[in-house]
Nanobody
Framework: QVQLVESGGGLVQPGGSLRLSCAAS????????WAWYHQAPGKERELVAS???????NYSDSVKGRFTISRDNAKNTVYLQMNSLKPEDTAVYYC?????????WGQGTQVTVSS
């Protein structure tokens, strides 16, 4: 059973930066496409960035040019570098593999952008 542990969230002012990490247990990490999702209060969970086994990345329009997803297969970890943060980025951030079925969701990490 793969376990997902997200970390790195916090309170940051608009324009600030955060780096999120997602550690995944299990031996199948490197074979999967991985993604970061966010869920704002009262809204559905949305995919914001993904990265393939080969490192090809894709971003939602709302974060393109500000966020960067990366992965370290040796550490079974996916990262999300978040720059130029905006109040509308406030949400709980989760990672998961892009597969069916997805792994059980972790607890996520809260990102709050506020002055």
């Amino acid at each position: 059973q793969v376990q997902l542990v997200e970390s790195g969230g916090g309170l940051v002012q608009p324009g600030g930066s955060l780096r999120l990490s997602c550690a995944a247990s299990g031996s199948s990490f490197s074979r999967n496409k991985w993604a970061w999702y966010h869920q704002a209060p009262g809204k559905e969970r949305e995919l914001v960035a993904s990265i393939t086994f080969g490192g090809v990345t894709n971003y939602s329009d709302s974060v393109k040019g500000r966020f960067t997803i990366s992965r370290d297969n040796a550490k079974n970890t996916v990262y999300l570098q978040m720059n130029s943060l905006k109040p509308e980025d406030t949400a709980v951030y989760y990672c998961n593999a892009v597969r069916f079925p997805q792994y059980r969701w972790g607890q996520g990490t809260q990102v709050t952008v506020s002055s």
